[in-house]
């Protein structure tokens, strides 16, 4: 079975510096998708960014990008220039291509990111 | 294009109640799925239906069932409400579930059960 495994419950750091959120996962799987989630105070949650396991290149997004050790099974988020309105709990997910009955999306338990003025 | 909404935004219930909640994904999607989201537990799967059907189940009592209706609107129920209960429920919409679909998820109801 996948596992999603976020190690920082919880982060703070300045505006405008740079953070590294981690997460690894587990899985027998060669071909899989992996997410970023936000989901602000109060708010919806969004997606971030998206990797497909089968491209070697890191995904980016404007100020997000990943850094994707295949590997190594590991999917960090880095925010690069961090604001205000990145404060938020962040997601890191666990999905196979195409699922079966028993396949599901798996999400790690979540890093609460606070960013400081 | 509209988003996904949830009805109703809060709930109060009672233990031993039944509650339904309701779920109107973006037009055109056909896969809805629900999570619960606890403070514990994080975002767990509860099921996904596309085109009526539940095609994914996670580890969840009886007590928790869910529906799709010929529109994609989707209803979950919960029976017998436990004090555990209490959660918010979270549903996303996609247009088929799979491969790299981005789910969009509505803005949840918040379920406390007394």
């Not at chain 2, 767990?44 to 069932?65: A, D, H, M, V, W």
Request: proline letters at 4%; charged letters at 20%; hydrophobic letters at 30%.
């Amino acid at each position: 079975a996948q596992t999603v495994t976020q190690s920082q419950p919880e982060m703070s750091v300045q505006e405008a510096e740079t953070v590294t959120l981690s997460c690894t996962y587990d899985t027998s799987e060669s071909n899989y998708y992996l997410f970023w989630y936000k989901q602000p105070p109060s708010r919806q949650m969004i997606l971030v960014i998206r990797q497909e396991a089968y491209k070697q290149q890191n995904a980016t997004e404007n100020r997000f990008s990943v850094n994707f050790q295949k590997a190594a099974k590991s999917f960090s988020l880095k925010i690069s220039d961090s604001q205000l309105g990145d404060t938020a709990m962040y997601f890191c997910a666990f999905m196979k291509p195409r699922r079966g009955r028993d396949d599901k999306i798996i999400f790690g338990k979540g890093t609460r990111l606070h960013i400081l003025p | 294009k509209a988003g996904v909404t949830q009805t109703p935004r809060y709930l109060i219930k009672t233990r031993g109640q039944q509650v339904t909640l309701s779920c109107s994904p973006i037009s055109g999607h056909r896969s809805v799925s629900w999570y619960q989201q606890t403070p514990g537990q994080g975002l767990q799967f509860l099921f996904e239906y596309f085109s009526e059907t539940q095609r994914n189940k996670g580890n969840f009592p009886g007590r928790f069932s869910g529906r799709q209706f010929s529109n994609s609107r989707s209803e979950m129920n919960v029976s017998t409400l436990e004090l555990g209960d209490s959660a918010l429920y979270l549903c996303a919409s996609s247009f088929s579930g799979q491969g790299a679909d981005t789910q969009y998820f509505g803005p949840g109801t918040r379920l406390t059960v007394l």
